[in-house]
């Protein structure tokens, strides 16, 4: 596994710039919109960097050795209050109600426990706070569901980890946020398949 992490890694960048000119809009609802003192859970190699304009200290959890390396170059290269620290989103290392806005784009796929992940992203956040979510979510159709459940099992062989049928959203709406705005949209990556995808934000 550890091999295929790091190929993964390594190639994430130029798969990424695939899809990426249809998820920079996502990115600017996202992180685009994050203020204060903020968190970002799963950084990757750090495609949301160049949009974290309005806040105040940036502090990213990164699991992943490999994708680490890459997102410790490009954070170097910026003049930026930005610390990285490697742990899990399911037992994040900080106190409570620090932090005034948390992002996730594209990671609640890969985390092992999504309900643990959000629990605690509601703790690290001050009343008042908010988290900016950019995801991929199981399909409303049943052919939709079923094609994801035909896919996951390679789907998540290849990207080392991704689910395509998680209900994130369903996840998201059970934690105990006092304001819940989303959007739900089918995203077309250029291939004859569409992917449900979910954007919005949750106030504590």
């Given at each position: 596994m550890s091999i295929s992490k790091w190929f993964f890694a390594?190639?994430?960048?130029?798969?990424?710039?695939?899809?990426?000119?249809?998820?920079?809009?996502y990115r600017h609802l996202t992180a685009g919109k994050s203020h204060g003192k903020t968190l970002e859970v799963g950084g990757g190699?750090?495609?949301n960097l160049p949009y974290?304009?309005?806040t105040s200290s940036?502090?990213?959890v990164e699991p992943d050795?490999?994708?680490t390396n890459k997102l410790r170059k490009k954070v170097n290269n910026l003049n930026k209050d930005i610390s990285i620290v490697k742990s899990f989103g399911e037992?994040?290392?900080?106190?409570?109600?620090?932090?005034?806005?948390?992002?996730?784009?594209?990671?609640?796929?890969m985390v092992n426990d999504v309900e643990k992940v959000i629990l605690e992203i509601y703790r690290v956040l001050k009343p008042?706070?908010?988290?900016?979510?950019?995801?991929?979510?199981?399909?409303?159709?049943?052919?939709?569901?079923?094609?994801?459940?035909?896919?996951?099992?390679?789907?998540?062989?290849?990207?080392?980890?991704?689910?395509?049928?998680?209900?994130?959203l369903g996840v998201v709406k059970s934690a105990p946020f006092t304001k819940l705005e989303y959007d739900i949209f089918n995203l077309n990556v250029g291939i004859p398949i569409t992917i449900p995808n979910i954007v919005g934000s949750g106030t504590k």
């Open positions: 390594q190639w994430y960048d130029v798969l990424n710039s695939i899809v990426e000119p249809k998820v920079i809009p190699t750090g495609a974290f304009e309005t940036l502090t990213i050795v490999h994708m037992k994040l290392p900080f106190e409570d109600n620090i932090f005034d806005s948390v992002v996730t784009t594209l990671v609640l796929c008042g706070g908010k988290f900016f979510f950019y995801e991929h979510t199981v399909a409303g159709s049943f052919s939709g569901k079923l094609l994801q459940q035909l896919l996951d099992p390679i789907w998540i062989l290849t990207t080392t980890g991704c689910h395509l049928k998680r209900d994130i």
